[in-house]
């Protein structure tokens, strides 16, 4: 019998492509499809929430497929880990990508279009040189930067509204350029690191990067905060920021129920 | 004028063949020194004191050149750096290779000879699944430890003895197998972390891994914190534990004051 399936994904960006397949490169979504056509015994075909960039972590990205598979759907994370960390049968190693969950669900689902909203986070080092060791997982700014600052800039951008300064070309067409920001925090987990956690319904492509980069130039006295509100209502990508880097950027989660998503929002307002 | 410069060398050793040099296989030193060549002017011949394995990282490996070169030799770092991670000029990149210092020192200096001792750090993590972005920088054990069977075990090992049982084939012949560790502690930063520092006037071929495949044998209870006093008497590889991966190794520290390393072990036992 048919069953639709969604999967919870981890993955280490810095070895891929990005997430959408494309020939003759190794990209999330492509290794994942020989994963599962391998494991499910017929080809599958991926629908990611999703399309990250190159070098773009995640720690909760989604995709959904359905087939009629000869494999329960909770066999398939393990067998799916193991061909791809090519390690078949011991079941502890690890490859850059892992299927954290897999759940059924029902028929006409689809992980993109029912999706409610995503936080992503943004890992910033300032400061210090960064070391070998972090070199695929932060952005690293040489200046100190003002968190205070920041976050004076980052309430402005909460809430609906037309985000076409903060988009870049290149990405899908989109019908509109208007989205919610439910959330953007920036925090300060460590003298020398600021992190910005961003909750929305939608985000055009480069968004968070761009949001980023501004936030950053904001954070160093090279914008104020107070020309966010400028920035927005003119629309014009000139005037925003430049494109933070991609190694910084971490898809933390996906919301498939506006509730679920909304209630994170609160707690962070406590 | 010729100058002798000991510099000190972090690397992520996951994207390398080890530390030596090695034809058609990308290495730590061969890269180093491509790199030297480049901003000296001429061949540089590295001298580095470990021979770090392929997956096996530094957070200060120790490596010493001679020659008479146009950079002052304060500018070899960032020049280097920069060279290594392929962005000249800009100054804040990291590739996964990069120098922390360099220091000239006196004539006949030799980084490897001259080493009275070293300190190396092994990562062990258990019960959960490792995430991809641990896979490369820690060993992943499922079954949980005791660190205080451990620990009981790890006192038999300080000293002075014939460590021919912790050595692997195919290493550097020898002189001879007895060594002096100075130091080896089981520490539990965390509730599924493990992490052992061990000191020594030097190592044989595989020692610190083969030492933490025997501790994490005693760990899981498969070997008796007493076993090892026989295991050194009977001087038998075959009697020891398994070879740890290279993934969990760190080489932390090389000492070339006797005094520093003696303070550095005298502190941990406060």
Same mark, same amino acid.
């Given at each position: 019998?048919?069953?639709? +399936?969604? @999967?919870?994904?981890?993955y280490d960006g810095t070895g891929f492509f990005g997430w959408q397949?494309?020939?003759?490169? /190794?990209t999330v ?21 999703s399309r990250t960039d190159a070098g773009v972590h995640a720690?909760?990205q989604? !995709? ?6 000869? $494999? ?7 067998? =799916? ?15 850059? =990508?892992? +299927?954290?969950?897999? /759940? ?7 992980? &993109? ?7 992503y986070r943004y890992v910033i ?5 960064p070391?070998?060791?972090e070199r695929n997982y932060c952005y690293h ?5 003002? !968190?205070?600052?920041?976050?004076? !800039? ?14 870049a070309?290149g990405g ?24 910005i956690? =961003?909750?929305?319904?939608?985000f @055009?492509y480069n968004m968070v990067r761009i949001i980023t980069g501004?936030?950053v ?20 990508? /000139?005037? !925003?920021?430049h494109t933070a880097p991609p190694q910084g950027l971490y898809l933390?989660? $996906? ?8 209630? &994170?929002?609160?707690?962070? @307002?406590?």
């Open positions: 019998m048919e069953r639709t +399936i969604l @999967l919870t994904i981890e397949r494309q020939p003759g490169v /190794r979504q492509g290794e994942l499809e020989k994963a599962l056509c391998n494991v499910c015994g017929k080809p599958v075909q991926l629908n990611g929430t720690l909760g989604r !995709a959904s497929f359905r087939g009629d598979f000869g $494999i329960p759907t909770e066999k398939i994370p393990l067998a =799916v880990n193991n061909f791809l960390a090519g390690t078949l049968g011991s079941g502890y190693a690890c490859g850059d =990508v892992r +299927i954290i969950e897999a /759940r059924e669900m029902p028929e006409g689902f689809h992980a &993109r279009f029912d999706a409610k909203g995503k936080t080092r300032h400061g210090t040189l070391g070998v060791f700014v040489k200046m100190p930067l003002s !968190a205070e600052a920041m976050e004076k !800039a980052a309430v402005q951008i909460v809430g609906t509204h037309d985000f076409a300064c903060f988009q070309a899908t067409p989109r019908e509109t350029t208007v989205r919610t920001i439910y959330d953007l925090q920036v925090k300060r987990p460590a003298a020398d690191t600021i992190q956690e =961003v909750t929305g319904d939608g @055009l501004t936030l130039e904001v954070g160093q006295g090279k914008k104020s905060p107070d020309a966010i509100a400028e920035i927005l209502a003119a629309g014009d990508r /000139r005037l !925003a920021g933390e989660q $996906i919301y498939y129920n506006e509730q679920q998503m909304k209630e &994170r929002h609160e707690s962070w @307002l406590i």
